[in-house]
């Protein structure tokens, strides 16, 4: 896996992204009609800078699935998998995504008790090693999605909490994702990216 880094050495960390490339609000017309539905993901990476993928998504996917995803994306794109639930599935499950996704992979998250409540961001060290907290992971309320005023104060409160922060949107349309990213950098976030060093 890949170590986190922003591309600011200063500047805190904040990532803005959907919940899976599939779930725009605006897929349909988003994506180019006679485009393979394969094909999506590099589409989606050649403008955007990485994705929160859902347990239930990541976990149907096979190796070759995982591989293809890796391949289909460029070095900065980061996935962002969801900490499996379920402990039986967690060592082997977390183990084969790493292997397979490595460096594109920045983090995994592993949510709160409540949509409300922040979730945590976590690395792993190897596979066996236990996983370290790196930064937190939060789900945007679905009421900001258009208030640019009050998505720069949520930002701005949440990012005071940790150095790095994954800010889950709730169906982006991608107008509305290019937007929020764009906000974040004139509030002077960095991205979280892969780190290739």
């Not at 996917?61 to 499996?84: I, K, N, Q, Y």
């Not at 998250?109 to 066996?128: C, H, I, K, S």
């Not at 236990?130 to 949440?158: I, K, M, N, T, Y």
Request: aromatic share 10%; charged share 20%; with cysteine.
């Amino acid at each position: 896996m890949a170590t986190m880094q922003s591309s600011s050495t200063t500047a805190p960390a904040v990532t803005i992204v959907p919940a899976d490339w599939c779930s725009l609000a605006d897929a349909a017309s988003y994506y180019p009609h006679d485009l393979p539905e394969d094909w999506r993901l590099g589409y989606f990476a050649n403008e955007h800078a990485g994705v929160y993928v859902p347990r239930a998504v990541w976990g149907r996917a096979t190796a070759e699935m995982l591989r293809s995803w890796r391949e289909d994306v460029h070095g900065r794109f980061g996935f962002f998998l969801e900490w499996p639930s379920d402990a039986a599935a967690t060592d082997a499950g977390v183990a084969s995504a790493s292997a397979v996704l490595r460096d594109n992979l920045v983090a995994w998250v592993r949510w709160g008790a409540t949509p409300a409540e922040p979730g945590a961001l976590l690395a792993t060290a190897a596979p066996g090693k236990e996983a370290h907290r790196v930064g937190q992971a939060l789900h945007c309320p679905p009421a900001l999605l258009d208030d640019p005023r009050g998505a720069a104060d949520w930002l701005r409160r949440s990012v005071a909490a940790a150095s790095a922060t994954l800010a889950v949107l709730p169906r982006p349309g991608s107008a509305q994702l290019a937007q929020w990213r764009q906000l974040a950098a004139l509030l002077g976030f960095a991205e979280l990216s892969p780190s290739r060093g």
